[in-house]
């Protein structure tokens, strides 16, 4: 198979990361729910890390629902989005720098690291909403997080990640469509 072949694929036997995708709902409800809680800043924020904790095994819960293998080793570029994943271990070391510099500004901080790394799975699953969604996102968090609370961003956050969900829903099922 050649790389088009191959990223053609990946995308369709990863239904272009769906899992995570809609696994990120459900981080960024949380994330919502904590901002909403009468605690401490720093409290919030520490909370704020862990509901990241879920992802992987709300992804893996969610590939059982949707039948997508997250671990398929028949695709070479398998490697490559692993690859993509870990370089946002990378970012967040920047989130916790805020965490104890700019405190109140952690939520728009991660937001904008969130929706920064999707930017290279535009390139890896061919789809225009991840590049979209990867620009839209950061710069959606520096502006509703200058102007608004963390818990509006989250919200924001939460309701852009449904809608993504769904317009990844809608480009594998073209995927599909079109190869029948």
């Known amino acids: 198979m050649n790389i088009d072949e191959l990223r053609n694929d990946i995308a369709k036997e990863q239904k272009k990361g769906l899992p995570f995708i809609i696994a990120s709902v459900i981080i960024w409800t949380l994330i919502l729910i904590v901002t ?79 929706g920064a790394h999707l930017l290279p799975y535009s390139w890896l699953y061919r789809s225009i909403a991840y590049r979209v969604v990867a620009i839209f996102l950061p710069i959606m968090a520096l502006i509703v997080g200058h102007i608004f609370t963390a818990t509006v961003l989250a919200g924001a956050f939460a309701l852009t990640e449904v809608v993504f969900s769904i317009i990844l829903f809608f480009e594998v099922k073209s995927m599909n469509t079109v190869e029948q």
């Open 36 to 114: 909403c809680l009468e605690l401490p800043l720093q409290t919030k924020n520490l909370f704020v890390f862990c509901c990241s904790c879920p992802l992987m095994p709300l992804a893996m819960l969610i590939s059982k629902i949707i039948k997508v293998d997250l671990f398929s080793k028949k695709n070479p570029l398998g490697n490559l989005g692993f690859l993509f994943t870990l370089n946002q271990f990378l970012y967040i070391l920047i989130v916790m720098w805020v965490f104890n510099a700019v405190p109140e500004k952690m939520v728009m901080v991660y937001g904008m690291v969130f």
